[in-house]
């Protein structure tokens, strides 16, 4: 099966190399919207060439995806001609099967997918509606995949992806403070970042249960405990809802 990909943005990429630096590397074409980005990833991956236009892509791809940005979905998709035989995957967040089932007629076989960055290093969760097989073998490759069962339920899994910016940023805060208390820099990102993994991969084998890990992890009157009850008290937690309710209720309106 060959890969197209309609545009070559930063998920584009790192799906792309996610597959391509993996077992069984796809034959795939890419759009040369971005020209640099797309000669760039056919110079690295022998398996990924660049289409002369995007209806190129679409004439050499059996499964394509559609990774443009949200406000160009919808020029970019009415000027193309899909085939029923396509099978396509939409990595657009605010754009809802209503609108993308009428823009890449008369295909059928269509899902929507939030992969992350980290598809390049293959690890991470997908989101997936619905389960389209096609997709699902190839995103596999490059994530664990996690079903969706409603579409309406894509919106507050895609919300929490606004976070990333806030996990990297609160990792920053850390390791600057630490350099302000005299810590190297390189020791400081270091230190945090392997601290971060340790917790976050502790995290991964009790999904189904953070309280107990919040509770197992302080104790009265502990280091632990005072941490959470001073930012707790300064509504850091509820920041954290606020941010995550705002980016839900852009999504909503969106697909309306």
Known sequence: MKLGFLGTGTIAEA????????????????????????????GRFATVTVGKDNQAVLDGADLVFVAVRPQQAEDVLKQLRFRRDHRVVSFVALYPMSKLSLAVAPATAICRAIPLPSAAMRVGPIAVWPMLPEAVEILARIGTIVP???????EPVWA??????????????????????????????????????????????ASDDFAALRDKSQTPSG???????????????????????????????SAM
């Open 148 to 154: 969706i069962a409603d579409e309406s339920l894509l």
């Open 15 to 42: 799906v792309l190399t996610g597959l391509c630096t993996g077992a069984d590397p796809p034959s795939t074409v890419v759009s040369p919207r971005n020209a640099d980005r797309a000669r760039a990833l056919a």
């Open 223 to 253: 280091l632990n405990e005072q941490a959470l009850r001073i930012m707790t008290n300064a509504s850091h937690y509820v920041a954290l809802h606020t941010a995550l309710d705002a980016v839900l209720g852009r999504l909503r309106e």
């Open 160 to 205: 929490t992806t606004a976070l990333m910016a806030p996990f990297y940023e609160q990792l920053r805060q850390i390791a600057c403070w630490a350099v302000e208390e005299g810590v190297s820099p390189e020791q400081a990102g270091a230190y945090v970042a392997a601290l971060y993994s340790a917790w976050t991969t502790v995290a991964s084998g």
